[in-house]
């Protein structure tokens, strides 16, 4: 069965520091990964994704996340927070196998801070 | 531009209540989910269609149901609102067939049940 570990709820940097918002996952099946940030009063929005090839998947927005297989995880990062990075992220595994395989199962969330 | 939107944005109901909650999208897309957003739990599936005719339960479905008639709408109806079902709905979209493909999101509906 797949899941997603989002480590920390709360991440706070300042402006123009790098952003590191972590990701572990557990997969039977070779792992499509998502990356969602959800602004304020929002609904969801994609902001990269993996699904086969290059490890280093870039994204909206200046971010980047990297699919490190051995080690389950795909973080999420950005060199420089600019404080309209402030925002709600989900890391996303889809579901592989049976009828429910175009499903999305989500972390819990962590949200980002950027103090000027 | 399409898009996908949802009706209406804030609900007050009272416990035991039928309410319904809408969801359009007009991108044509196959697959449609309804996902409910509650603090500590991220975001959890309710129901998921992938086609006309077709719903499912998803991890936690109960005292919700669906009915899907046409490819644009999928709405969301408690049958008898309870205080544990407060909480932010939101419904996607995403085209049928790709597991790599992106879920579109609505802006979601707050719903609060006294």
């Known amino acids: 069965a797949q899941s997603v570990t989002q480590l920390g709820s709360h991440v706070s940097v300042s402006e123009g520091a790098l952003v590191l918002l972590r990701c572990n996952y557990s997969s039977s099946v070779p792992p499509y990964l998502f990356w969602y940030v959800q602004y304020p009063n929002q609904g969801l929005q994609l902001l990269l994704k993996?699904?086969?090839?290059?490890?280093l998947v870039k994204g909206i927005n200046g971010f980047e996340a990297e699919f490190k297989k051995s080690e389950t995880s795909f973080h999420l990062t950005k060199p420089s927070a600019h404080m309209s990075d402030a925002a709600e992220y989900f890391c996303?595994?889809?579901?592989?196998?049976?009828?429910?395989?175009?499903?999305?199962?989500f972390g819990k969330g962590t949200k980002l801070s950027v103090k000027p | 531009d399409a898009e996908i939107t949802q009706s209406p944005r804030h609900k007050i109901t009272e416990t035991g209540r039928q309410v319904t909650l809408a969801c359009h999208q007009t991108?044509?897309?196959?697959?449609m989910f309804w996902y409910r957003q509650d603090l500590g739990h991220g975001l959890r599936l309710i129901h998921y269609?992938?086609?006309?005719?077709?719903?499912n339960k998803g991890e936690v479905s109960d005292g919700y149901s669906v009915s899907r008639s046409n490819t644009e709408d999928l709405p969301l109806t408690l049958e008898s609102a309870a205080s544990s079902q407060t909480s932010v709905y939101f419904c996607?979209?995403?085209?049928?067939?790709?597991?790599?493909?992106?879920?579109?999101f609505g802006p979601g509906t707050r719903l609060t049940v006294l």
């Open positions: 996607a979209s995403s085209v049928q067939g790709a597991l790599t493909d992106t879920q579109y």
């Open positions: 993996y699904t086969t090839g290059a490890t």
């Open positions: 269609s992938y086609g006309v005719q077709d719903t």
């Open positions: 996303a595994v889809r579901r592989g196998g049976g009828g429910s395989q175009g499903n999305l199962i």
């Open positions: 991108w044509n897309h196959n697959n």
